[in-house]
C-alpha cells in the first residue's frame, strides 16, 4: 500500500500489533532427509498457532532477489524496499548503534596496507586486531576538518564507520577503494557540483588521517565507500499512527526500527528479556517488532543442526509470545537462510498471522510446504503491515 | 492490464461474457462449526459449476483494504482502483439514479440543526423524516446561482445531493462539514483560484439555502462534503469493444455501471427478472453485469443464517444463469462481507470462470478454503476483465 494512501485510510484503535521476525526464518529441505530446518524441527506450540491462522509465504523484495538485512526488515514494516533503499555506510553506522542525525553522511571505512609507492598492497591491513584498530580510531577522531564535524567509530577488525556532520551534505560520492591492490585509492568525487564539497571534505580528511596513520605497520592507509545520509523514511506514527518499539539484540537490527520511527528498548537478554520487557512496556505502545537472531546465525554458519535447535528454541518462546495478548501476532522471516546455502536467499519465507478476524485454513504445520496452502498464498512482504493494520481495525474503507 | 493496451490488443468476437457479481460474496468461519456462509449452504448447481470451471480468489483492491462498492465494482469492470477513485458526491448521486453529466459537480449534503449562534448543535438534524427532507430538498430547488444550474435531490434522513452543474467547475472544494458540534460550518474553500469559482458557487447556496431552511426547526442549516466531478473512465465500448449491459436493482450500482459506459437495464423485480431481461436482449449485448445483492445486506446485519439462505437463493438460479449460453460465465464478488464481522471486509473472495477454454482443476465446492486450491491462485480483482476477454476469443496475441 502506497504510503500517503496509509495515511488516509489508518484510524486510531486500541488494538495491539506484534510482529515477531524470526531471522532468515525460511530453509531448505536436506536430500538425504527430504526435509526442511522447518520440517525437521518438533515446533508444538508454533503448529497449534499455525492451525487457528492466516498463513502464506512472503517474498521478502522480489521474486530471485536475495535481500541483505535492511530491505528484508524496512519491507515487513511496511516500505517499498526498491523506492526506501538504505546505503551502506547508513546501515554501517546503525549497526554500531550510531545515533544518525539528518546533516549526516556517513561511509564505511577500511584500513589498508600502503606499499613505499602509495599503492595497496592489502586491501584489508592483514585483518588487524579489533583493538588495535580501535585505538587507531581514536586518533583520527583528532582529524578537523574546516566545516564539518568528524565522528569515526570502529566496528571490527578493519572497518570502521566514517561519519562527517554539516548541512547540506550530499551522498552521490564516489568510493575511494579502487577494489584492488596495487593501485593507490582513489579521490573521492561528487557526482554533481553541489556534491563536491562533501567530496572535497572527504580528501581532506583522507589526507589528514593519512598523516596521522603514516607510521603504522599494516594499517597505514584507508578506503572510504557506501557514502550516504540520513534516510528521512516517513515515520511509521506518521503513516500508520502506531507508537512503535523495537525489542532487539542486535544494534543492526535495533538500528533499522529506529530509522522507521521505533523507539528502541534496551533488552540483551534475548527472548526472555524481549517479552518481559514488551510485557512491562505494553501499554506505552501499539506495535512491538521483536527480533529473533539465532536462526539466521544458524544458516549462514550452514549449520542445518544448529538451525532446527533455534527454531525449537523459538519454539519455546512461543506461548510467551501469545500470552502478550495481541490482537494481530506475525510470526515471519526478513528473508530465508537454507543451512545448505549457508547464506541469506531469494527463497519465499513462512508467514502467519494470527487475529480474531483471520479467516484460518487447514494449515497444521509452520513449514515451507504447507504454508503454501495457506490462505494468504504467496505474497509481498511489504503487504504484511497493511494487512496487519486490516486485522486491527486500523484501517477504514477505501471508497465509499 | 492497462487500458491502452487493452484498447490495443481487443479484437471482435460473437462471444458472450456475464459476470455475475454477488455482493459480499466473501466470508468467515464460525469458531463453532468452522463453517464459513459458503462451507455451511447446500449450493449443488454452484458446486457442479465449480467443478468444471477455473476457480481462485480475487483481491478486490489491495491486501488488506476493505473496499467500498465503488472500487470493488470498478476492479471487477476493469478498472485499477486506485487511479480510478470515485468520489463520496458522485457515488451518492449515482446511488440515487441521478444521471451525472462532464459539467457536474456533486456533493454529499446533510441537514443538520443550528443553534442561535449558528453553530452545529445536531450533525444530522435529529436524523428527520424522509418525507420532511424531501420537501426541504422541494423548496432548495428553488435556488438560484449565477453562472450555475442547481440540482437537489433527496436521499434519505437528513441526506441529499447537491450538483452544480456548469463547464469548468473543479472539485478540489473543501468540506463545509466541520465534523463536530459546537461550531459553525465551514465556509468551502478552492484548492487553487481556477477551483475558486466553484467554491464561491458553493457558498452562494448554502447563503440562499440558509434564508430558505431559517424557519425550520431540526433542518435549519446543512453541510456538503465529498465534492466529485464527473470521472471520465474509458468506456467499456472503446476500451474491450463490448456493448455492455448492466442488470441490477439497486442505483447505486446501475449507476457505477453507467460510469463505465454500460446500458443499465430496468430489473425491478430480481434475480428472476434479470435473468430474463438478459435473455430478452441476448443479442443486442456482448457483455452482462448482474448484480444480487442480497448476500452483502445479510452479511452487513451480520446474519449468518440469512446469508446462507441468500447463497442457497442464488444457487437456485444457476441453472437460469448457465442456460444463458455464454462462452464465458464469472461468478464473483467485490469484497468480503463476513456475517461475523457485519462488514465489508478485506478478505479475498471466491471467483469462478467457466468458459470452453478453462482448464478446470480439481475444485469441488465453491468455498473459500477449496478455492485456495483452485487453478486461478489469488489474483488481483481487476485482472478478471481481461482474464474473461481472453477466454472469450476477443484478445489478440501481445507480440509476435
Chains 1, 2 share one sequence.
Not at 509481498?380 to 484501517?395: D, N, S, T
Request: net charge negative; hydrophobic share 40%.
Amino acid at each position: 500500500m502506497d504510503l500517503d494512501l496509509a495515511a488516509k485510510l489508518q484510524q486510531p484503535a486500541e488494538s495491539k500489533v506484534v510482529l515477531c521476525v524470526l531471522d532468515g526464518l525460511g530453509g531448505m529441505a536436506r536430500p538425504e532427509t527430504e526435509r526442511s530446518e522447518l520440517e525437521q524441527s518438533d515446533t508444538p506450540n508454533l503448529d497449534r498457532l499455525t492451525e487457528t491462522s492466516d498463513v502464506g509465504l512472503t517474498i521478502p523484495v522480489g521474486i530471485g532477489i536475495t535481500p541483505g538485512s535492511g530491505p528484508g526488515h524496512l519491507s515487513l514494516f511496511g516500505y517499498d524496499p526498491y523506492r526506501f533503499d538504505i546505503g551502506r555506510g547508513v546501515l554501517e553506522a546503525v549497526g554500531i548503534d550510531f545515533e544518525l542525525g539528518p546533516d549526516d553522511v556517513a561511509a564505511r571505512g577500511n584500513f589498508c596496507t600502503l606499499d613505499a609507492d602509495g599503492n595497496i598492497s592489502d586491501r584489508r591491513a592483514g585483518r588487524i586486531a579489533s583493538e588495535l584498530s580501535a585505538a587507531i580510531v581514536e586518533r583520527l577522531r583528532t582529524v578537523e576538518l574546516d566545516g564539518a564535524e568528524v565522528c569515526v567509530e570502529p566496528v571490527r577488525e578493519h572497518r570502521f564507520v566514517l561519519v562527517l556532520r554539516a548541512p547540506g551534505l550530499g551522498e552521490d560520492v564516489s568510493t575511494t577503494d579502487p577494489q584492488r591492490e596495487g593501485v593507490p585509492p582513489l579521490p573521492a568525487e561528487g557526482a554533481d557540483p553541489a556534491r563536491e564539497r562533501t567530496a572535497a571534505l572527504v580528501n581532506e580528511f583522507v589526507a589528514k588521517a593519512g598523516e596521522l596513520l603514516a607510521e603504522e605497520k599494516a594499517a597505514n592507509g584507508l578506503t572510504l565507500r557506501g557514502f550516504a545520509t540520513y534516510p528521512a523514511l516517513p515515520q511509521i506514527e506518521d503513516v500508520w499512527g502506531l507508537r512503535a518499539a523495537a525489542l532487539a539484540v542486535y544494534p543492526m537490527y535495533r538500528g533499522l526500527a529506529k530509522l522507521a520511527g521505533m523507539r528502541a528498548l534496551a533488552c540483551p537478554g534475548g527472548m526472555e528479556e524481549q517479552l518481559a520487557v514488551a510485557r512491562e512496556r505494553w501499554d506505552e505502545f501499539d506495535y512491538f517488532f521483536i527480533h529473533y537472531k539465532k536462526t539466521d546465525a544458524a544458516g549462514e554458519d550452514g549449520d542445518f543442526i544448529a538451525k532446527v535447535s533455534a527454531l525449537e528454541e523459538f519454539d519455546t518462546h512461543v506461548p510467551g509470545l501469545t500470552d502478550l495478548g495481541a490482537d494481530v501476532l506475525m510470526v515471519a522471516g526478513d528473508h530465508s537462510t537454507p543451512a545448505l546455502m549457508a547464506a541469506h536467499s531469494w527463497h519465499p519465507v513462512p508467514f502467519l498471522l494470527h487475529s480474531a478476524v483471520a479467516r484460518g485454513g487447514s494449515v497444521q504445520h509452520f513449514t515451507e510446504r504447507e504454508c503454501l496452502g495457506g490462505s494468504l498464498g504467496i505474497f509481498p512482504a511489504v503487504e504484511a503491515m497493511p494487512l496487519a493494520m486490516a486485522h486491527a481495525g486500523r484501517l477504514q474503507k477505501y471508497g465509499a
